[in-house]
C-alpha cells in the first residue's frame, strides 16, 4: 500500500486549497482518514479526521473552514480547505487507515502519506 498527497500549494489568504490522499495497492478500503500539519518548529497536531459512517472531527483552529471526506470508489481522501489564513501554512501530512488484499488475505494498514506544503500568503 502507498499513499500519495497532492494539492499544496501558495495560495493568498481568504482562499481556498483541497488536498488529495490517494491510496494504490489493491485495497479494499480505507475506513478512516486523518489531516495533520506541521508547521516549522512546532510539533505535528491533528488537523481533522473521518471514519466510517461519516463521523468527523476538526481541530478548533480549522472548524468551519475546512472539510475532510473520502471517496472510497476513488480510494482517496481529500481535505477542503477555505478562508485560508497565513497561520494554516505547514506542511500536511494525511494518514490512512483501512484493509487491502495480501495474496487472498484481506489485511489491515496504516500508513502516513508524503508531506505536502501549504503556503498562506497575507
Known amino acids: 500500500v502507498q499513499l500519495q498527497a497532492s494539492g499544496g500549494g501558495l495560495v493568498q489568504a481568504g482562499g481556498s486549497l483541497r488536498l488529495s490522499c490517494t491510496a494504490s495497492g489493491r485495497i479494499e478500503e480505507i475506513h478512516t482518514m486523518k489531516w495533520f500539519r506541521q508547521a516549522p518548529g512546532t510539533s505535528r497536531e491533528l488537523v481533522a479526521q473521518?471514519?466510517?459512517?461519516?463521523?468527523?472531527n476538526y481541530a478548533d483552529s480549522v472548524k468551519g473552514r475546512f472539510t475532510i471526506s473520502v471517496d472510497n470508489e476513488k480510494f482517496t481522501g481529500y481535505l477542503q480547505m477555505g478562508s485560508l489564513k497565513p497561520e494554516d501554512t505547514a506542511t500536511y501530512y494525511c494518514?490512512?487507515?483501512?484493509?487491502?488484499?495480501?495474496?487472498?488475505?484481506?489485511?489491515?494498514?496504516?500508513?502516513w502519506g508524503p508531506g505536502t506544503l501549504v503556503t498562506v500568503s497575507s
Open positions: 494518514f490512512a487507515e483501512g484493509y487491502y488484499y495480501d495474496g487472498a488475505a484481506l489485511t489491515g494498514f496504516g500508513h
Open positions: 473521518t471514519s466510517s459512517g461519516g463521523a468527523t
